[in-house]
Each structure stands twice: as structure tokens, then as C-alpha cells.
T-cell receptor
Framework: GQNIDQPTEMTATEGAIVQINCTYQ??????LFWYQQHAGEAPTFLSY????GLEEKGRFSSFLSRSKGYSYLLLKELQMKDSASYLC???????????FGAGTTVTVRA | GAVVSQHPSWVICKSGTSVKIECRSL??????MFWYRQFPKQSLMLMAT?????????EQGVEKDKFLINHASLTLSTLTVTSAHPEDSSFYIC??????????FGPGTRLLVL
């Protein structure tokens, strides 16, 4: 099984940087995903890490350390539209199923 | 690319009726689709894995006779909630496995059973 932990809520100011941590304990690992979900909508794909290190994509970056069972999502130059829930998900080996964390609600204030 | 659609987006039905939800991958073929359920302020919970041409694999605690899944083609999977009850009211989301094994989600279907 998978046990995935991430903070429940975070608040930051427009233009600032926020880092959302995710720790996981898994029986199998084949990649870690970050999704953004606005209220009442389905999740949208943000990033995918399967090897250790940092993946940068515009204002969003994601980091993975497999030995530590740890990932973070970094949001830079925060905008009001970044207010959403951010879901960390771990993919199991073999069956490609995703297990989701409970999500981190990020509120961006002016 | 990697667009997934769901239909309908909203359903309100009476208790005891059955509801069918369609999930389509619009610009790619998906041999595997997944069905999730999400209750308010909770994360996504995987209900079942739908494989084209074979029986779906259900997660523990999900009744396969209540949630019927059919994956008839490489671009279409359907979820039928049979004899729906108020406790089945939820946000149902499908995803399709695409490039780099990434899952792309449909827009979701909100079901309200009265």
C-alpha cells in the first residue's frame, strides 16, 4: 500500500514562492505526480518525476528524492489563479495505479 | 493533446434509478482508464481500473455489481451506477493513461441522488 502525507493548507502572498512538501511510504514506486485541482473541477497534470532531482517547467518545479521518500512542488511568482488544491500522487509498479495524498489547499492573497 | 471528456457533467436523479457516465479519450487511444470518486474536501479515491476488452479490476470495498464498468473500445469507458442512493452522491472522475504513462483526467461528473 501507499501512505502519502502533505500539509493540509498553505497561505502565501501574490508574487511570493511557496513549497509544498510530500512524503511517501510505498510498497512499490514507479513515479510521482503533482496535479492541480480547482474547486469543483477535475485535476490537471502539473509534473512527473521518476528519477531523483529537479524538474522545472515555467513557474512550477518539482523535486524528488527516492531514498528519502520525499518530493516537493515549488510555485514561483504566485498569482491569484494559483489558489487551488495541489495533489501529490505516487504510482505503483506494475499496475500504473495512482495513490493520492489528501491534497494541499493553497490560498494566494493580494 | 491528451484530452479526456466526460458526459454528462451533472446528473440529478431519483433514488433507485441507474446512471451511466461516459469517459472518452479524444485524441489518443487509452487501453487503460481509471474511475475515481471524490467526496467534498477529500482526495480522489480509486474505484476501479478499466482495461479495454477485459473485465474491470475493482478496489477493495467497491461493489462491482453496483458500479458496472464497460471498456468497449480504445477511446470509451462507461461507469453505470446501478440503483443509486443518496450516499452515492459524489464527484466521479475518470482518467485515461496516455504518454509517459501519465494519467489525464476528464472534467468530472457531479452526481446528486435525491
Amino acid at each position: 500500500g501507499q501512505n502519502i502525507d502533505q500539509p493540509t493548507e498553505m497561505t502565501a502572498t501574490e508574487g511570493a514562492i511557496v513549497q509544498i512538501n510530500c512524503t511517501y511510504q510505498t510498497s512499490g514506486f514507479n513515479g510521482l505526480f503533482w496535479y492541480q485541482q480547482h474547486a469543483g473541477e477535475a485535476p490537471t497534470f502539473l509534473s512527473y518525476n521518476v528519477l531523483d532531482g529537479l524538474e522545472e517547467k515555467g513557474r512550477f518545479s518539482s523535486f524528488l528524492s527516492r531514498s528519502k521518500g520525499y518530493s516537493y512542488l515549488l510555485l514561483k511568482e504566485l498569482q491569484m489563479k494559483d489558489s487551488a488544491s495541489y495533489l501529490c500522487a505516487v504510482r505503483d509498479k506494475g499496475d500504473y495505479k495512482l495513490s493520492f495524498g489528501a491534497g494541499t489547499t493553497v490560498t494566494v492573497r493580494a | 493533446g491528451a484530452v479526456v471528456s466526460q458526459h454528462p457533467s451533472w446528473v440529478i436523479c431519483k433514488s433507485g434509478t441507474s446512471v451511466k457516465i461516459e469517459c472518452r479519450s479524444l485524441d489518443f487511444q487509452a487501453t487503460t482508464m481509471f474511475w475515481y470518486r471524490q467526496f467534498p474536501k477529500q482526495s480522489l479515491m480509486l474505484m476501479a481500473t478499466s482495461n479495454e476488452g477485459s473485465k474491470a479490476t475493482y478496489e477493495q470495498g467497491v461493489e462491482k455489481d453496483k458500479f458496472l464498468i464497460n471498456h468497449a473500445s480504445l477511446t470509451l469507458s462507461t461507469l453505470t451506477v446501478t440503483s443509486a442512493h443518496p450516499e452515492d452522491s459524489s464527484f466521479y472522475i475518470c482518467s485515461a493513461r496516455g504518454m509517459r504513462e501519465t494519467q489525464y483526467f476528464g472534467p468530472g461528473t457531479r452526481l446528486l441522488v435525491l
